[in-house]
């Protein structure tokens, strides 16, 4: 079974930083979009930022650009999402996902993900 598991989530004041890791197994990254997505408490499922397999193209939601920064290290087969100036509307569980792709400089995270990792929560608050 293909597994992805997130990490580096906590309790953080608002203006703080988190980096959260996704870590693979059953599978390698290089050939995979990883997308971030989080989910808060009666709210729908939204995509925060994408990168593509080769690392040359992200993407990230509005709300999120100019703070959060992702990257991946395929020789470490991890994915990170690197938090700044957080504020209390991040407060989500933040779900790290993978899909398989040839088209090795793209990502859209309109794109239907196959795997999934169990989540981590992220509360900034003072």
């Known amino acids: 079974q293909l597994q992805l598991v997130e990490s580096g989530g906590g309790l953080v004041q608002p203006g703080g930083s988190l980096t959260l890791s996704c870590t693979a197994s059953?599978?390698?990254?290089?050939?995979?979009?990883i997308g971030w997505f989080r989910q808060a408490p009666g709210k729908e499922r939204e995509g925060v930022s994408c990168?593509?397999?080769?690392?040359?193209?992200?993407v990230y939601a509005d709300s999120v650009k100019g703070r959060f920064t992702i990257s991946r290290d395929n020789t470490k087969n991890t994915v990170y999402l690197q938090m700044k100036s957080l504020k209390p509307e991040d407060t989500a569980v933040y779900y790290c996902?993978?899909?398989?792709?040839?088209?090795?400089?793209?990502?859209?995270?309109?794109?239907?993900?196959?795997?999934w990792g169990q989540g981590t929560q992220v509360t900034v608050s003072s």
């Open positions: 996902a993978a899909e398989w792709v040839t088209v090795r400089g793209i990502c859209n995270m309109a794109w239907t993900f196959g795997s």
């Open positions: 059953g599978f390698t990254l290089n050939s995979y979009v």
């Open positions: 990168i593509s397999a080769n690392g040359g193209s992200t």
